[in-house]
Structure formats: structure tokens, C-alpha cells
């Protein structure tokens, strides 16, 4: 099977501006969850999109959207950029069931934005 | 809240064990997880282990969990150049979102 793919890998975009970010998960996945890489604040969960509807959220503000499609991918976006945005983006894909046992998630990755 | 803790930098030599640790908050983790990176790279999954689980082992990994004392940790038997990348610990429960610690950055020499 084909892994998690995420488009494109850099990005680098200037304040104000917005951007969109591509996740496909792995075929069969229903589950896709972002989250941002940073190196002062580390790893942080964005959101969580199951079957086209969000189902968990983190603590972002709302510049940061995301939605799925029915197909399960997933796009991500931030508007009105600030400086300190710039980070790796990093898409997982699971199933999606509760149990454990079948809610591994497998990362992309990952988009590397930079903003100016 | 809820958080994970992590030594940030740990350096082995080459055939030795590499061992290293993690703890957690949440009580109500009910999986945890080791990830993987390498420079310039997503994170690869190595290995999870069930909160009613003591250890799991899965060919040079084990992992020990210490539920009492919210003690995870991830043992790298014979330790080898391509290990040398950064490993994190994360806790989580329901819904896909995964506690992240800061990360170890494993450093292998000869």
C-alpha cells in the first residue's frame, strides 16, 4: 500500500498571505489528523477529520482550518500568515475506529513551510 | 493538562543498548507510542504498547511500561549508526490525538 503523501513538500509564502496544504491517506483510511512541527514548541495536534467531519481540535487559533473530502483527503489552511507559522505541517492517517488495535496513525512527510 | 516528558539527548556507542525514557501525565492513556525521525523526515511508527501491557518486545525494541509511575521506556538493543535520529514518546486516547513529548535525540558513535 501506498503510504501518506503530502503536497507540496516546501512551501514559502510571505505574511498576510494564506496557504493550503494537501494530505491523501493511506487507502482505506477514514481518519486524517494534523499537526504542527515547530523547535520551540515541538510536536501539537491541529485537528482530527473523520468521515468529512472534524472530531477533535487543539488549541489554534482559528486562522487554522482544515476539511475532508469524501474520498478521505484532507486539506489544511491558514490564512492571514504570521512568522511564526513557519514549521513543518505534518499530516497522520488511521482508521479510525476507537480501539486501539486498529487506530495506529502512520505519518507523511510532511510540508515544510516557511514564511517571510 | 496533559504532557509528556522526555531527556532531550542521549549518546551510545556502537553494540551497546540504548535505552530511553519517558513519562506521562494522562492517566486515561490507554495506548503509547514510539516514533522515529530521521532529518528531514515524517515520523516512522516503531512500536506501541496497550496501557494493561507491562513490556513488548519486537525484535531489537523493548518497551517497558511502569503504569504506577506513568513510566514508559524504549530499549534499542545493539545500537547501530542508523539509529541515530530523534525518537519521541507519545500518549493518547480517544479521537487520534496523540500527546507528543519533546523528543530524544539518539546519537550513535563508533
Known amino acids: 500500500k501506498a503510504g501518506v503523501t503530502q503536497t507540496p513538500r516546501y512551501l514559502i509564502k510571505t505574511r498576510g498571505q494564506q496557504v493550503t496544504l494537501s494530505c491523501s491517506p493511506i487507502?482505506?483510511?477514514?481518519?486524517v489528523s494534523w499537526y504542527q512541527q515547530t523547535p520551540g514548541q515541538g510536536l501539537q495536534f491541529l485537528f482530527e477529520?473523520?468521515?468529512?467531519?472534524?472530531?477533535n481540535k487543539g488549541n489554534f487559533p482559528g486562522r487554522f482550518s482544515g476539511r475532508q473530502f469524501s474520498n478521505s483527503r484532507s486539506e489544511m489552511n491558514v490564512s492571514t500568515l504570521e512568522l511564526g507559522d513557519s514549521a513543518l505541517y505534518l499530516c497522520?492517517?488511521?482508521?479510525?475506529?476507537?480501539?486501539?488495535?486498529?487506530?495506529?496513525?502512520?505519518f507523511g512527510p510532511g510540508t515544510r513551510l516557511t514564511v517571510l | 493538562g496533559e504532557d509528556v516528558e522526555q531527556s532531550l539527548f542521549l549518546s551510545v556507542r556502537e553494540g551497546d543498548s540504548s535505552v530511553i525514557n519517558c513519562t506521562y501525565t494522562d492517566s486515561s492513556s490507554t495506548y503509547l507510542y514510539w516514533y522515529k525521525q530521521e532529518p528531514g523526515a515524517g515520523l516512522q511508527l516503531l512500536t506501541y504498547i496497550f496501557s494493561n501491557m507491562d513490556m513488548k518486545q519486537d525484535q531489537r525494541l523493548t518497551v517497558l511500561l511502569n503504569k504506577k509511575d506513568k513510566h514508559l521506556s524504549l530499549r534499542i538493543a545493539d545500537t547501530q549508526t542508523g539509529d541515530s535520529a530523534i525518537y519521541f514518546c507519545?500518549?493518547?486516547?480517544?479521537?487520534?490525538?496523540?500527546?507528543f513529548g519533546a523528543g530524544t535525540r539518539l546519537a550513535v558513535h563508533p
Open positions: 477529520y473523520f468521515s468529512e467531519t472534524q472530531r
Open positions: 487507502s482505506g483510511h477514514r481518519s
Open positions: 507519545a500518549s493518547g486516547g480517544g479521537y487520534n490525538k496523540l500527546i
Open positions: 497522520a492517517s488511521s482508521l479510525g475506529q476507537v480501539n486501539f488495535q486498529r487506530n495506529t496513525q502512520y
